[in-house]
């Protein structure tokens, strides 16, 4: 029986035993309810508290049965709501202290600041894809639903700069700042800038000048959920074969087709080799879309010729079983993480 219902359990047999000693009472000296009830908690609760009517012989047996029943058993429910108070607080302070430790060891992770409508969202996708996320969110009441989630969390303001050094600002991959306001998502990135001048960091904007002053305060990306969703409203209307192919590409890892980046390593046995050279077609049965240069220049639909450079990105599209070979041979050092 776990502590809330034993507690319940509790006062359940407390309710009883004052109701069996005030039915008592009334029946055995014939007293009326307000004496009977009185003289039931005066006795259970050893106040020492004169009896309100002579008590005859059947009734002080009654008084001894129900001092030995009913205060004992009051000592009982005092202690297991005690314990009840402090096993909840351990609880608590453990479980704080395991999330501590688990974000303590995370490495190349992303710092997700505001836990609503969006950020579960972000979250659920990121970890799906196998990246690792801690969140700062300072509402109580997400508190529950993160803890549902299973999220690694701190329970704070995310623009205290002591949140965010315990979330492993300096250790992280990159931040994402979706707070209620633009107010706090610019003074949020402001302050992640200043503590990690390397850091990538988006930032979601609700108005359109708040897009300006985010990129001033230092964000690497700014979007505006409200214009991509238009967008993407648009775009199902006036290409609704691309978005459908679209939405196939980027859907959960049991769809047939996938698209996905993958990084190139100087390792790669497929670096400076020719794409028609590369085997990629015949044995992985994959399609490239494009290739990212370093720079940020991109081929789009490369040519057979085009050569896989160290630190490429390439862009496929197949079948995820095949595009996880195929990032195996371009990053082998993924494959051995």
Request: proline share 3%; hydrophobic share 45%.
């Amino acid at each position: 029986m776990d502590g809330t219902r034993h507690l319940v359990f509790c006062i359940l047999i407390s309710i009883l035993i004052l109701a069996a000693g005030t039915f008592g009472y009334m029946v055995i000296e014939g007293w009326p309810f307000i004496d009977a009830i009185y003289m039931t908690v005066i006795t259970i609760s050893t106040v020492g508290f004169k009896e309100v009517n002579q008590v005859g012989e059947a009734g002080r047996i009654f008084t001894i049965i129900l001092v030995f029943c009913g205060v004992g058993f009051s000592l009982y429910v005092a202690a297991a709501v005690v314990q009840f108070m402090v096993e909840g607080r351990i609880r608590i302070i453990m479980g704080r202290r395991r999330l501590d430790k688990k974000i303590d060891r995370l490495k190349n992770h992303y710092i997700v600041c505001g836990y609503g409508r969006i950020g579960r969202v972000l979250c659920r996708h990121l970890r799906k894809a196998d990246i690792d996320v801690a969140v700062i969110e300072k509402s109580s009441e997400r508190v529950a639903v993160m803890d549902e989630d299973g999220i690694l969390y701190i329970a704070d303001d995310a623009t205290d700069e002591n949140n965010l050094l315990k979330a492993g600002i300096k250790r992280a991959r990159g931040l994402v700042a979706v707070l209620a306001t633009d107010t706090d998502n610019v003074f949020l990135v402001l302050t992640a800038r200043q503590i990690s001048p390397e850091l990538f960091i988006m930032a979601r904007a609700s108005q359109r000048n708040a897009i300006i002053k985010l990129r001033a305060a230092g964000a690497n990306m700014v979007e505006s959920p409200y214009v991509m969703g238009a967008m993407s409203m648009a775009n199902r209307i006036i290409r609704p074969t691309v978005t459908s192919f679209l939405d196939q590409a980027f859907a959960q890892r049991h769809k047939d087709i996938q698209m996905e980046e993958i990084p190139v390593s100087a390792g790669s046995e497929l670096v400076n080799i020719e794409l028609k050279d590369s085997g990629i077609r015949q044995n992985y049965n994959l399609i490239i879309i494009a290739i990212k240069k370093p720079d940020g220049s991109m081929q789009f639909n490369p040519s057979f010729d085009a050569v896989i450079k160290p630190d490429d990105t390439v862009v496929a599209v197949g079948e995820a079983a095949s595009l996880q070979r195929l990032e195996w041979a371009l990053n082998p050092q993924a494959g051995v993480s």
